[in-house]
């Protein structure tokens, strides 16, 4: 297995309700799952190519909950990557250079029947992990955004933060509200649903803990 590890920023956002039931193994709230996933690569490598500073994305969608199969992908590279860099990240985003089970990349490939062609395209990506802010852009694909969570009464930040101390994707992450749509091959559109913004380190074993 080639030796790979990224570190990094990501945002996630889903349709299910604040909070998801898949980080608690229950079943998605509306009975299927799509979602937007976009990390900014601080420090990475596969094998001897550089992967510092650029981003990734992907939109995904399943009919019903993960595990059950059937999903589909469009994964999204910086079109600054090189080709060495972009077949990296393609190859990392697969799962091909994972052990099973051990990260969410390897899991979430194996429960898709069918990736689109990749995009390469200019991604903008900011992600404010304290503050629970942050958004993924590319030009006619992916407008999704996080802020967060607002008291229905009082109007002020709700500030939830989930700890699994065995994730798969990660071990905390502070949950958040999330704007998303998207246009192409998998379109989308929702406002008040489920978003987590946390830091990304791992390699082909696993979170790096």
């Not at 490939?109 to 689109?116: A, E, R």
Request: glycine content about 10%; some cysteine.
């Amino acid at each position: 297995m080639i030796d790979w590890m990224i570190r990094g920023p990501e945002i996630a956002t889903c349709n299910c309700a604040y909070g998801c039931p898949c980080q608690f193994n229950a079943l998605p709230t509306h009975g299927n799952c799509t979602a937007t996933v976009g990390m900014r690569i601080d420090k990475g490598h596969f094998g001897d190519v550089r992967l510092d500073g650029l981003h990734w994305a992907g939109v995904f969608a399943w009919p019903g909950a993960i595990h059950e199969g059937h999903g589909q992908a469009q994964p999204i590279v910086d079109e600054r990557a090189s080709p060495k860099q972009r077949e990296a990240l393609l190859t990392i985003m697969s799962g091909q250079e994972s052990q099973p089970g051990a990260t969410y990349f390897q899991v979430f490939s194996s429960m898709i029947d069918k990736v689109h062609e990749p995009l390469f395209k200019a991604i903008a990506f900011a992600a404010d992990i304290d503050a629970a802010t942050g958004h993924i852009k590319v030009d006619g694909v992916v407008d999704a955004k996080a802020e967060p969570i607002r008291n229905p009464v009082t109007g002020q930040p709700h500030r939830p933060k989930l700890s699994l101390r065995n994730g798969f994707e990660f071990l905390a992450a502070e949950f958040a509200s999330s704007t998303t749509k998207t246009q192409g091959a998998i379109p989308l559109d929702w406002s008040g649903r489920h978003a987590h913004l946390t830091m990304i380190h791992m390699t082909g074993e696993g979170i790096v803990r």
